[in-house]
């Protein structure tokens, strides 16, 4: 494979590009951010002691700020912990999923463990009737998530938990929504929603912080043992500075209004992938988040394709970061193409950041790359 990378890089000429297009796996921290978090490490430098008093205000700030007045905010390292928290800490035996789910989810299927996948619709909508008979066993957990990382789909979330709680009252609904701050607006909650977990690396804010709300009257057993911080449901302390960064992006991504200009910019983009020759987006007729596309590209494979691109300048994904993918694709391309061609696709995912040059760029070097690619 790095073979035909470099021969086709060589008869494409190098490029002296960084175009960064691969927003959904993580950003860019912002300025703003990165200033308050100095601010904040200063504070408390000068009076370590007020550790506890940030972290309380931070947890308010959070629920303020994602519309929530009740509950409580544990502050962890992101969304694979959050599942975990989640997941283990209620000590699910069954837990129900879509192939759409991040692999921090799915990854927990065991003896101890059993994840039941729901199927999905053409247009990546969890099959409801299936669902609600799979509800009908009593699951301990329905996980799912607003938007999918690798290919945009958006859940009607509020549709699958509402059916969760009419079918099984007892059974408690987890949201991964990591993939929506920055990207679109928070709308009201669903009452029948028991967690909800976010991740500032994915919204202009610091890697390794990420915070997991929970609904009043949720009860977890520690994953971690060893101190009695945050209500003893995660010992050890816990990462205030970061917290303070994670605020910080959440209340920019918040107050700004970049979701119209993303979207456009998006379907720039789309309109001239799509005049190169067999290439289709995937889930085109689904809703799809407005910074999103991934594309099937006929014929090419999609890490040959990404890695090349990575080397002219472009940076997209083969795949998600929280899927698994064999040489045969993810599973859930499997799903889509299942008679071959799933590992023949490219994510590309917009921010604020980018502009409408770079978008012209990138789809030219993008046409240049499968052309050489296909006469190979």
């Known amino acids: 494979m790095l073979r035909v990378v470099e021969d086709v890089e060589s008869a494409l000429g190098r490029s002296d590009l960084m175009i960064y297009l691969d927003n959904n796996t993580t950003t860019a921290m912002s300025e703003v951010v990165i200033q308050q978090m100095r601010d904040d490490t200063a504070l408390l430098s000068k009076n370590p002691t007020q550790?506890?008093?940030?972290?309380?205000?931070?947890?308010?700030?959070?629920?303020?700020?994602?519309?929530?007045?009740?509950?409580?905010?544990?502050?962890?390292?992101?969304?694979?912990?959050?599942?975990?928290?989640?997941?283990?800490?209620?000590?699910?035996?069954?837990?129900?999923?879509?192939?759409?789910?991040?692999?921090?989810?799915?990854?927990?299927?065991?003896?101890?463990?059993?994840?039941?996948?729901?199927?999905?619709?053409?247009?990546?909508?969890?099959?409801?009737?299936?669902?609600?008979?799979?509800?009908?066993?009593?699951?301990?957990?329905?996980?799912?998530?607003?938007?999918?990382?690798?290919?945009?789909?958006?859940?009607?979330?509020?549709?699958?938990?509402?059916?969760?709680?009419?079918?099984?009252?007892?059974?408690?609904?987890?949201?991964?929504?990591?993939?929506?701050?920055?990207?679109?607006?928070?709308?009201?909650?669903?009452?029948?929603?028991?967690?909800?977990?976010?991740?500032?690396?994915?919204?202009?804010?610091?890697?390794?912080?990420?915070?997991?709300?929970?609904?009043?009257?949720i009860e977890l057993v520690p994953i971690l043992s060893g101190g009695f911080q945050q209500n003893s449901y995660r010992g050890g302390m816990p990462n205030v500075i970061g917290g303070c960064g994670l605020i910080a992006a959440l209340t920019e991504v918040t107050h700004r209004d970049d979701f119209g200009s993303i979207s456009r910019l998006r379907h720039d983009l789309d309109e001239l992938i799509l005049c190169v020759p067999d290439v289709e987006l995937n889930y085109a007729d689904a809703a799809l988040a407005p910074n999103t596309s991934n594309y099937h590209v006929h014929g090419v494979r999609g890490d040959v394709l990404a890695l090349l691109l990575r080397k002219l300048g472009v940076i997209v994904s083969h795949t998600s970061s929280g899927l698994k993918a064999t040489n045969a694709g993810t599973a859930l391309m499997q799903y889509l193409y299942p008679e071959g061609g799933a590992d023949q696709n490219v994510r590309f995912s917009l921010s604020r950041y980018n502009t409408t040059e770079e978008i012209r760029k990138a789809a030219n070097v993008f046409g240049k790359a499968v052309k050489e690619l296909r006469r190979l």
């Open 51 to 217: 550790w506890e008093d940030v972290l309380e205000q931070s947890k308010r700030r959070i629920r303020l700020l994602l519309g929530i007045d009740s509950g409580q905010i544990l502050l962890t390292s992101g969304g694979t912990e959050n599942a975990a928290l989640f997941l283990h800490g209620l000590q699910a035996r069954h837990v129900v999923a879509s192939p759409l789910e991040h692999i921090s989810v799915l990854s927990h299927d065991s003896m101890e463990m059993v994840i039941t996948q729901v199927p999905l619709t053409a247009q990546g909508e969890w099959q409801l009737p299936v669902l609600e008979t799979v509800l009908k066993q009593g699951p301990g957990v329905v996980a799912t998530t607003v938007v999918n990382s690798e290919t945009g789909v958006i859940t009607d979330v509020a549709a699958v938990a509402a059916l969760t709680k009419k079918v099984s009252p007892q059974t408690k609904v987890f949201v991964d929504a990591c993939q929506v701050p920055g990207k679109f607006r928070f709308g009201k909650l669903p009452e029948a929603v028991d967690a909800v977990s976010i991740s500032a690396h994915k919204f202009h804010g610091p890697p390794g912080v990420g915070a997991l709300w929970l609904r009043d009257g």
